[in-house]
């Protein structure tokens, strides 16, 4: 896409995520980090990480979501938070819960932390120390959400649904108000990446996902005004393609802990992107006036169904990191939207019903998954 | 929840920051997933709101700014909305 094409600025951006390492003690089977991991040695510095939150404010940037892998082995995550926040930028740490200490976190609201988002895999502490591939994990969690009770933060849950946790959904909820919880944020597992790569063993039946949502609304109508529920919703049975990030360069930007920056985190995958970096650009060109921010911005890329589709301002084609996953073309209509030439992909997978026995998972190491062709 | 007593002073949680965005030209309520977007004086409403003043005070400061503006009637029902959503306390 040529400059002389998109004349117009875009407006700012309202939220960063700063993978700020992609090293962590959990092993999940379907983390959002892209398949290659950055190297702990590529790692943005303390300086580069400050400059980059001081560009993203003076571009507009509201929110930060401090996360990683663990944002936590981050040794100088107090001074990135001070940054942020001198910046004037909100920020909420994204973490596992491993390795939040009284004194550690002291620290970081000292720094103008303001908000926690924990992560948990299941209500149950050997089935979360399982997909977790952690044990311990979930005591460890237990304890975190304690500490940023008592440090006066406001706490969210983040959990992951699948085939092993859909079923206990209501004890998830149970759990989150019992630790405390302000919001409790149930996911269903996006299926790119580690999620694509534990497909067979992730997927859920469609019965599972139904009974588990009317359990999520059952339990919305109990705690209105306690605690606030999100549920995301599961596209491969809902024939409806997510709005993916708001629109691709419309509201936030991912920078990875090398500095490479994407319109979403699972964008690393896509081919020929040419993903700008920090060390390079300054966060203005690379929202701007990047190729890889215009590729799919606005509308004009668009093809197929989406094009004359009255929802296309809605849900923008929904994702096109799945639109890649499924069919090869980052382009096409998301497979999941019913409309798609391609949705008979995903509506195959969600009607056969999941695989017998559950496959093992592949957890999330560097170097676990297969080498992509080259 | 019950609507706040007389004597309410507003303040707004720990949680929650009001600050002024020089990119956007517009006041805005920071939450820890949501950004508020806020319209025509409401930013300027929640800037008296800081612990120490009661609603009666918050009305009077405004009333004496804007001598023209309905403040009495508005600004304890625009108060009470955001008590109810938690977003004062």
Same mark, same amino acid.
């Given at each position: 896409?040529?400059?002389?094409s998109?004349?117009?600025?875009?407006?700012?951006?309202?939220?960063?995520?700063?993978?700020?390492?992609h090293?962590c003690?959990?092993?999940?089977?379907?983390?959002s980090?892209?398949?290659?991991?950055?190297?702990?040695?590529?790692?943005?510095?303390?300086?580069?990480?400050?400059?980059?939150?001081?560009?993203?404010?003076?571009?507009?940037?509201?929110?930060?979501?401090?996360?990683?892998?663990?944002?936590?082995?981050?040794?100088?995550?107090?001074?990135?938070v001070?940054?942020?926040?001198?910046?004037?930028?909100?920020?909420?740490?994204?973490?596992?819960?491993?390795?939040?200490?009284?004194?550690?976190?002291?620290?970081?609201?000292a720094?103008?932390?303001?908000?926690?988002?924990?992560s948990?895999?299941?209500?149950?502490?050997?089935?979360?120390?399982r997909?977790?591939?952690?044990?311990?994990?979930?005591?460890?969690?237990?304890?975190a959400?304690?500490?940023?009770?008592?440090?006066?933060?406001?706490?969210?849950?983040?959990?992951?649904?699948?085939?092993?946790?859909?079923?206990?959904?209501?004890?998830?909820?149970?759990?989150?108000?019992?630790?405390?919880?302000?919001?409790?944020?149930?996911?269903?597992?996006?299926?790119?990446?580690?999620?694509?790569?534990?497909?067979?063993?992730?997927?859920?039946?469609?019965?599972?996902?139904?009974?588990?949502h009317?359990?999520?609304?059952?339990?919305?109508?109990?705690?209105?005004?306690?605690?606030?529920?999100?549920?995301?919703v599961?596209?491969?049975?809902?024939?409806?393609?997510?709005?993916?990030?708001?629109?691709?360069?419309?509201?936030?930007?991912?920078?990875a802990?090398?500095?490479?920056?994407?319109?979403?985190?699972?964008a690393?995958?896509?081919?020929?992107?040419?993903?700008?970096?920090?060390?390079?650009?300054?966060?203005?060109?690379?929202?701007?006036?990047?190729?890889?921010?215009?590729?799919?911005?606005?509308?004009?890329?668009?093809?197929?169904?989406?094009?004359?589709?009255?929802?296309?301002?809605?849900?923008?084609?929904?994702?096109?990191?799945?639109?890649?996953?499924?069919?090869?073309?980052?382009?096409?209509?998301?497979?999941?939207?019913?409309?798609?030439?391609?949705?008979?992909?995903?509506?195959?997978?969600?009607?056969?019903?999941?695989?017998?026995?559950?496959?093992?998972?592949?957890?999330?190491?560097?170097?676990?998954?297969?080498?992509?062709?080259? | 929840?019950?609507?706040?007593?007389?004597?309410?002073?507003?303040?707004?949680?720990?949680?929650?920051?009001?600050?002024?965005?020089?990119?956007?030209?517009?006041?805005?309520?920071? %939450?820890? +997933? *949501?950004?508020?977007?806020?319209?025509?004086?409401?930013?300027?409403? /929640?800037? $008296?709101?800081?612990?120490? =003043?009661?609603?009666?005070?918050?009305?009077?400061? %405004?009333? +004496? *700014?804007?001598?023209?503006?309905?403040?009495?009637?508005?600004v304890? /029902?625009? $108060?009470?909305?955001?008590h =109810?959503?938690?977003?004062?306390?």
């Amino acid at each position: 896409m040529t400059d002389a094409s998109r004349p117009e600025r875009p407006a700012p951006p309202w939220a960063l995520l700063a993978e700020l390492t992609h090293a962590c003690p959990l092993h999940c089977p379907y983390c959002s980090n892209p398949l290659e991991l950055a190297r702990r040695s590529s790692e943005l510095s303390t300086g580069e990480w400050a400059d980059v939150l001081r560009q993203a404010g003076e571009l507009g940037v509201v929110h930060t979501h401090l996360s990683g892998g663990e944002p936590l082995l981050r040794p100088d995550l107090a001074d990135i938070v001070a940054a942020a926040e001198a910046a004037g930028i909100y920020t909420q740490l994204v973490t596992s819960g491993t390795a939040l200490d009284e004194a550690r976190l002291a620290a970081l609201t000292a720094a103008g932390l303001r908000s926690v988002q924990l992560s948990v895999q299941h209500a149950d502490a050997r089935a979360n120390d399982r997909i977790a591939g952690r044990p311990s994990s979930f005591a460890a969690k237990e304890q975190a959400a304690a500490l940023v009770r008592r440090a006066g933060l406001p706490l969210g849950l983040n959990i992951v649904l699948h085939r092993d946790n859909l079923d206990a959904v209501g004890a998830l909820i149970e759990l989150g108000v019992a630790w405390g919880a302000d919001r409790i944020e149930l996911a269903n597992t996006q299926f790119y990446g580690w999620g694509l790569l534990n497909r067979a063993a992730l997927l859920p039946t469609r019965d599972q996902v139904t009974r588990a949502h009317e359990a999520v609304e059952d339990w919305r109508t109990r705690l209105a005004g306690q605690v606030e529920l999100i549920w995301v919703v599961p596209d491969y049975f809902d024939g409806v393609a997510k709005p993916c990030m708001g629109g691709w360069g419309a509201v936030s930007l991912t920078v990875a802990p090398d500095g490479t920056v994407l319109p979403c985190p699972a964008a690393a995958a896509l081919p020929d992107l040419a993903a700008p970096n920090v060390r390079d650009r300054s966060l203005a060109w690379i929202w701007e006036r990047s190729p890889a921010f215009n590729r799919f911005r606005g509308t004009d890329w668009m093809t197929g169904p989406c094009r004359g589709c009255p929802r296309r301002e809605e849900d923008f084609g929904g994702c096109r990191c799945q639109a890649y996953a499924l069919t090869g073309d980052p382009a096409r209509t998301d497979p999941a939207c019913a409309f798609s030439p391609d949705h008979d992909l995903v509506r195959r997978l969600s009607e056969a019903g999941p695989a017998e026995p559950p496959p093992p998972y592949t957890y999330r190491r560097p170097g676990a998954a297969p080498v992509a062709p080259a | 929840m019950t609507a706040p007593e007389r004597e309410w002073c507003p303040a707004l949680p720990p949680a929650l920051t009001l600050r002024h965005d020089t990119v956007r030209g517009t006041d805005l309520l920071v %939450l820890p +997933e *949501r950004v508020v977007v806020l319209k025509g004086h409401a930013g300027t409403v /929640l800037g $008296l709101c800081d612990g120490t =003043r009661t609603v009666r005070g918050i009305v009077d400061a %405004l009333a +004496e *700014r804007f001598p023209d503006a309905p403040v009495a009637t508005d600004v304890p /029902l625009f $108060l009470d909305r955001l008590h =109810r959503e938690g977003w004062l306390r």
